[in-house]
């Protein structure tokens, strides 16, 4: 049934003749336009349409984790947008190739008009990576001296503001702090945890030392692996090895939190872990898409430039290559598996406890 009293027509609500004419090759001011300068406009103009509504996505979950309670039956919603967030990640990485069909002499044709414009001067993806938690003090060094320096004032401000506000990444962790399963009255989870990651590890060393083709500076290698990971275990239950670990950079979340970050991934199939744990998949799956996207950004740069600077003064590809590997956010969640056990070795829970993480409908 029509809710609308006035007519409502397909350009005129899609603003089409403002989208369709918002492309002005500079290259058309200082004589022949370059033919693949449009391609390279639409492209990147295409990236900020879909920016705005991963940002779209990212305020409406920042809203619901900024509140003291985020319910259950909130976390439906909160899945739905992440992945949607997810499936335009998906899309971007696929776009890249697009802009791959343009070969680099026909960049080289209207490249050298563009400076000193930039993709540092995207507001909107510098929004997106502060929102999600990648902060000044987190970014590499070249980020964190030239971050703002080729911004215009108005942006400059709005930009350090918001570095301010909370991020998806802290507000996660407080709500991951408030999980109400890290005590469990008389039984030690803990403890039984401990015991059973040390037999595992107690096993993997006995196969590295039970290996005879193994040549021995390679095997003390893996043994000393064995070791260092024996040491993130017991950090993990001991506040002043972990806080020590947290300064070296081995972990950014809390302790508190890393830890029901933990028991909801070693029992995920407990019903009321499901979207918990979907959430945790999520982030860790948005992380890696911005990942494959610097990678892929990186690949494109250098495939384009060689080894010239960027319009923006940077290093080209050697910088993209460095912020792929540095600038990750949920990290601590893609190191999950290493603290992970097999479902057979599972400590088995009350029941009285399971009983809490399940559903159970009463007839009263």
Same mark, same amino acid.
């Given at each position: 049934?029509?809710?609308?009293?006035?007519?409502?027509?397909?350009? %005129?609500?899609?603003?089409?003749?403002?989208?369709?004419? +918002?492309?002005?090759?500079?290259?058309?001011?200082?004589?022949a336009?370059?033919?693949?300068e449009?391609?390279?406009i639409?492209?990147?103009?295409?990236?900020?349409?879909?920016?705005?509504?991963?940002?779209?996505?990212?305020?409406?979950?920042?809203?619901?984790f900024?509140?003291?309670?985020?319910?259950?039956?909130?976390?439906?919603?909160?899945v739905?947008?992440?992945?949607r967030?997810i499936?335009?990640?998906?899309?971007?990485?696929?776009?890249?190739?697009?802009?791959?069909?343009? @070969?680099?002499?026909?960049?080289m044709?209207f &490249? %050298?008009?563009l400076?000193? +414009?930039?993709?540092?001067?995207?507001?909107?993806?510098? $929004?997106?990576?502060?929102?999600?938690?990648?902060?000044s %003090?987190?970014?590499?060094?070249? %980020?964190?001296?030239?971050?703002? @320096?080729?911004?215009? !004032?108005?942006? &400059? @401000?709005?930009?350090?503001?918001?570095?301010?506000?909370?991020?998806?990444?802290?507000?996660?962790?407080?709500?991951?702090?408030?999980?109400?399963?890290?005590e469990?009255?008389?039984?030690?989870?803990? *403890?039984?945890? *401990?015991?059973?990651?040390?037999? $595992?590890? !107690?096993?993997?060393?006995?196969?590295?030392?039970?290996i005879?083709?193994?040549a021995?500076?390679?095997? *003390?290698?893996?043994? +000393?692996?064995?070791?260092?990971?024996?040491?993130?275990?017991?950090?993990?239950? !001991?506040?002043?090895a972990?806080q020590?670990?947290?300064? *070296?950079?081995?972990?950014?979340?809390?302790?508190r939190a890393?830890?029901?970050?933990?028991?909801?991934?070693?029992?995920?199939?407990?019903?009321?872990?499901?979207l918990?744990?979907?959430?945790?998949?999520?982030?860790?799956e948005?992380?890696?898409?911005?990942?494959?996207? &610097?990678?892929?950004?990186?690949?494109?740069?250098? &495939?384009?430039?060689?080894?010239?600077?960027?319009?923006?003064?940077?290093?080209?590809?050697?910088?993209?290559?460095?912020? @792929?590997?540095?600038n990750?956010?949920?990290?601590d969640?893609?190191?999950?598996?290493?603290?992970?056990?097999?479902?057979s070795?599972l400590? +088995?829970?009350?029941?009285q406890?399971?009983?809490?993480?399940?559903?159970?409908?009463?007839?009263?």
């Amino acid at each position: 049934m029509q809710k609308n009293q006035k007519p409502c027509y397909y350009g %005129d609500y899609l603003q089409l003749d403002k989208l369709l004419n +918002a492309q002005a090759p500079e290259s058309a001011h200082y004589g022949a336009e370059a033919h693949d300068e449009t391609l390279f406009i639409i492209v990147h103009q295409v990236y900020e349409l879909w920016f705005k509504q991963i940002l779209h996505e990212l305020k409406s979950v920042l809203a619901v984790f900024s509140a003291e309670e985020v319910k259950d039956e909130q976390l439906t919603g909160i899945v739905h947008k992440l992945k949607r967030v997810i499936s335009i990640q998906q899309l971007l990485n696929q776009q890249i190739a697009v802009m791959e069909t343009m @070969t680099p002499q026909d960049f080289m044709s209207f &490249r %050298d008009y563009l400076v000193p +414009a930039s993709g540092f001067q995207s507001v909107q993806f510098k $929004m997106l990576e502060i929102g999600l938690g990648l902060k000044s %003090d987190y970014r590499i060094d070249f %980020d964190k001296n030239s971050f703002y @320096t080729r911004l215009n !004032d108005k942006d &400059r @401000t709005f930009l350090q503001a918001l570095e301010h506000q909370p991020s998806l990444f802290e507000l996660i962790e407080k709500w991951l702090e408030r999980m109400p399963f890290l005590e469990f009255g008389d039984f030690s989870f803990w *403890q039984l945890y *401990q015991e059973a990651t040390s037999s $595992m590890l !107690d096993q993997d060393e006995a196969i590295v030392r039970g290996i005879e083709q193994l040549a021995e500076p390679e095997r *003390q290698q893996q043994l +000393a692996e064995i070791d260092k990971t024996r040491h993130k275990f017991a950090a993990l239950l !001991d506040s002043s090895a972990y806080q020590e670990l947290q300064q *070296q950079g081995a972990f950014r979340l809390s302790q508190r939190a890393m830890l029901s970050a933990l028991f909801i991934s070693l029992y995920q199939e407990e019903p009321v872990f499901n979207l918990p744990f979907q959430l945790l998949t999520c982030l860790t799956e948005i992380d890696e898409n911005l990942t494959i996207w &610097r990678y892929k950004h990186a690949m494109m740069v250098q &495939r384009m430039l060689g080894t010239k600077i960027g319009t923006g003064g940077s290093s080209g590809h050697d910088y993209l290559k460095r912020t @792929t590997e540095k600038n990750r956010i949920f990290t601590d969640l893609f190191h999950m598996a290493t603290f992970l056990l097999p479902k057979s070795a599972l400590p +088995a829970l009350p029941q009285q406890l399971k009983k809490r993480l399940g559903f159970y409908f009463s007839g009263e």
